[in-house]
């Protein structure tokens, strides 16, 4: 009996430290990482052709999207003259950042790559031509400015050159920095910007999907909140 009983003891701790493990998601704490990128981005863009420029305006919006136990940052694009959407995602097993980008034409890309000292290296090798597209998103400024940089390097040989690059401000963030205590979102660990409310108590999250992502389990939030703070 004394043996048996140890067994499963044994056998009940071994389970609990599984289902512990089980709640880790390496995709979403990846996706943290770059959680700076969530939220409203007003910039500009500048392209050359043929030695001219080409100069515009566009707003980009990064926010969290949940789908059952999968999670994934969404981007969209207003105005935007190469890209107008896109969604990374993480894949554990390879250990890469996955960038599907969508152009003006509605054609997809995905690039993968690498979170590298604080910027987002993708790239992608065209099957047919032989380029090499490369993507760099970043932020600067303690998050309150991103860039979004395009190459290309013509049949996979020699320099790389520009294809685009954007450089947008935060909306809501100042270069000097508040100074004070920041809000944070309670779903992701972000900068939390807008209120939710449970049992009479207001906490923040980053996005619209954090938000919806919370009323549909505010307490599972709440409860991993409240341990976590003490």
Same mark, same amino acid.
């Given at each position: 009996?004394?043996?048996?009983?140890a067994?499963?003891?044994?056998?009940?701790?071994l389970?609990?430290?599984?289902?512990a493990?089980?709640e #880790?998601?390496p995709?979403?704490?990846?996706?943290k990482?770059v959680?700076?990128?969530?939220?409203?981005?007003?910039g500009?863009g500048?392209?050359?052709?043929?030695g001219?420029?080409?100069?515009?305006?566009?707003t980009?919006?990064? %926010?969290?999207?949940?789908?059952?136990?999968?999670?994934w940052?969404?981007?969209d694009v207003?105005?935007?003259?190469?890209?107008t959407?896109?969604?990374l995602?993480?894949?554990?097993?390879?250990?890469l950042?996955?960038?599907t980008?969508?152009?003006?034409?509605?054609?997809?890309r995905t690039?993968?790559?690498k979170?590298?000292?604080?910027?987002l290296?993708?790239?992608h090798k065209d099957?047919?031509t032989?380029?090499?597209?490369r993507?760099?998103?970043?932020?600067?400024?303690?998050g309150?400015?991103?860039i979004v940089?395009s190459?290309?390097?013509?049949?996979?040989?020699?320099l790389?050159t520009?294809?685009f #690059?954007?450089a947008a401000?935060?909306?809501?963030?100042?270069?000097?920095?508040? %100074?004070?205590k920041?809000?944070?979102?309670?779903?992701?660990g972000?900068? %939390?910007?807008?209120?939710?409310?449970y049992?009479?108590?207001t906490?923040?999250?980053?996005c619209s999907?954090c938000?919806?992502?919370?009323n549909?389990?505010?307490?599972?939030?709440v409860?991993?909140?409240?341990k976590n703070?003490k």
């Amino acid at each position: 009996m004394p043996r048996m009983l140890a067994a499963l003891v044994l056998s009940a701790g071994l389970l609990l430290t599984a289902a512990a493990a089980d709640e #880790k998601d390496p995709a979403r704490d990846a996706l943290k990482q770059v959680g700076e990128f969530v939220g409203e981005w007003k910039g500009s863009g500048e392209a050359k052709t043929g030695g001219k420029s080409t100069l515009w305006k566009e707003t980009l919006s990064w %926010g969290w999207k949940f789908r059952g136990g999968d999670a994934w940052l969404a981007l969209d694009v207003k105005g935007g003259k190469h890209v107008t959407a896109g969604e990374l995602r993480y894949d554990p097993q390879a250990k890469l950042y996955l960038l599907t980008l969508t152009d003006a034409a509605k054609k997809e890309r995905t690039y993968e790559g690498k979170l590298l000292r604080g910027k987002l290296a993708l790239s992608h090798k065209d099957a047919a031509t032989g380029d090499i597209h490369r993507v760099m998103v970043y932020t600067l400024a303690d998050g309150a400015r991103m860039i979004v940089h395009s190459e290309v390097q013509a049949r996979g040989k020699g320099l790389f050159t520009d294809v685009f #690059k954007v450089a947008a401000n935060k909306e809501g963030e100042s270069f000097a920095g508040s %100074g004070g205590k920041k809000t944070v979102c309670i779903v992701t660990g972000g900068l %939390g910007t807008m209120p939710v409310s449970y049992m009479g108590k207001t906490y923040h999250v980053c996005c619209s999907g954090c938000r919806d992502e919370f009323n549909a389990d505010p307490k599972k939030y709440v409860d991993e909140f409240e341990k976590n703070k003490k």
